[in-house]
Structures are given as structure tokens and as C-alpha cells.
């Protein structure tokens, strides 16, 4: 599974923006999907995850309410919907695929994609 995430950018406190993560790969509607993000010289913190059916989602406390994952199997893609943005949430997000027990462990998941940069400005 390759994954291209895009869709980020600069935007000011308050605005939205939505990434989009594109994956080939047949075996796409079978994994969970997961958003992290990595803030400079921060560890990468899990933000959101989704399952494979779209029907169970989790989210980080410090984006429940704002942000909102979902996916479209036949599309072969995931969304991250972020709405009021905060400063804080600067960082390059990445999306991730696996077969996944705890959807909140990085290393759980097996294939990453190279990450889409958003800059909040207060």
C-alpha cells in the first residue's frame, strides 16, 4: 500500500482545512486508517483513526469535536476534516494503514505516507 497525502497549507486560528489521503493497493478497505501528526521537535502524537468500514472512529482529546476522520473505500481514500484550528495544531500530518489492534501506537501500523504540512497562525 502506497499512501500521498495531501491538502495541507497555511490557514489562519479559527479556519478549516481538510487532507485527503490517496491509497493504492486493493487491500485498502481491509486496514484501519490513522492520521499523526509531528510537531518540530515533537514526538508524532496519534490525532484520529478510523475503521476499515467506516463505522467506528477515535480521535485524540485535544481534536475531539474539531477534527473528523471518514473514508470512501471506493475512492481509496481517507479524510481529516479540521475545523477551528489552534496554533497548536501546527505539525506535518501523516496518514497511516494497517492491520491495527491499538490504533493510537505508531508502530502499529505498517504503511506511512510522506506527510502534508499545516501552519496555523494565531
Known amino acids: 500500500v502506497q499512501l500521498q497525502a495531501s491538502g495541507g497549507g497555511l490557514v489562519q486560528a479559527g479556519g478549516s482545512l481538510r487532507l485527503s489521503c490517496a491509497a493504492s493497493?486493493?487491500?485498502?478497505?481491509?486496514?484501519?486508517m490513522g492520521w499523526f501528526r509531528q510537531a518540530p521537535g515533537k514526538q508524532r502524537e496519534f490525532v484520529a483513526a478510523i475503521d476499515w468500514s467506516g463505522g467506528s472512529t477515535y480521535y485524540a482529546d485535544s481534536v475531539k469535536g474539531r477534527f473528523t476522520i471518514s473514508r470512501d473505500n471506493a475512492k481509496n481514500t481517507v479524510y481529516l476534516q479540521m475545523n477551528s484550528l489552534k496554533p497548536e495544531d501546527t505539525a506535518v500530518y501523516h496518514c497511516?494503514?494497517?492491520?491495527?489492534?491499538?490504533?493510537?501506537?505508531?508502530?502499529?501500523?505498517?504503511?506511512w505516507g510522506q506527510g502534508t504540512l499545516v501552519t496555523v497562525s494565531s
Open positions: 493497493g486493493r487491500l485498502f478497505s481491509s486496514y484501519v
Open positions: 497511516a494503514a494497517g492491520a491495527v489492534r491499538l490504533y493510537f501506537i505508531a508502530r502499529e501500523y505498517a504503511y
